[in-house]
């Protein structure tokens, strides 16, 4: 919520100024997202320092290339049990944490030295505050275990989500 009205008026109306602000916004929540999921103990890349318009955070991969996108990686049937358990691990630590990342594909998940690392949170959306929120866990979930049925993972997305977000309800209540 922006609540400088001038600011507020000038990124609905897409102005030049706008524009700037609300990319400013975005690198200022994404770096933050990246902050406490970090000190959570997320697998996430741990965030160095923002700017106006971007995050500088660590690197995943080596010196000749970066670490690839989960959808570009071939899985044996027990790495890829393993890493869908990582995955609902990380998406339930979010959750707690009062996050939604709100866009997580296998495009958004880095695999590197058997692990992963998830990345780009600028759309994330706190539950307490957005309503969305339990349909875009849902849409997460979905994303992911359809990902990982391909290498013989079978799960429940609806089962899930439904398990996380009644546990956190009742944290909050």
């Not at 990902?147 to 996380?164: C, L, Q, S, T, W």
Request: aromatic share 8%.
């Amino acid at each position: 919520m922006i609540l400088d009205r001038r600011v507020r008026r000038a990124v609905q109306k897409k102005t030049r100024f706008g524009q700037r602000a609300h990319l400013g916004i975005w690198a200022i929540s994404e770096y933050e997202t990246l902050q406490a999921l970090s000190a959570a103990g997320a697998d996430v890349p741990r965030p160095i320092a923002h700017s106006s318009d971007a995050v500088l955070m660590d690197y995943i991969g080596d010196a000749g290339d970066p670490a690839p996108t989960l959808n570009r990686v071939d899985l044996d049937h027990q790495s890829a049990i393993e890493l869908f358990q990582q995955l609902i691990a990380n998406i339930e630590l979010f959750v707690r944490c009062d996050r939604v990342h709100g866009d997580l594909s296998p495009y958004n998940v880095l695999y590197w030295q058997g692990g992963v690392k998830i990345i780009d949170f600028p759309q994330a959306s706190d539950p307490r505050f957005n309503p969305n929120s339990r349909m875009l866990l849902e849409r997460d979930l979905v994303n992911i275990c359809n990902h990982f049925r391909k290498f013989g993972v079978e799960a429940d997305p609806g089962r899930i989500v439904n398990r996380m977000w009644s546990s956190y309800k009742r944290a909050r209540l």
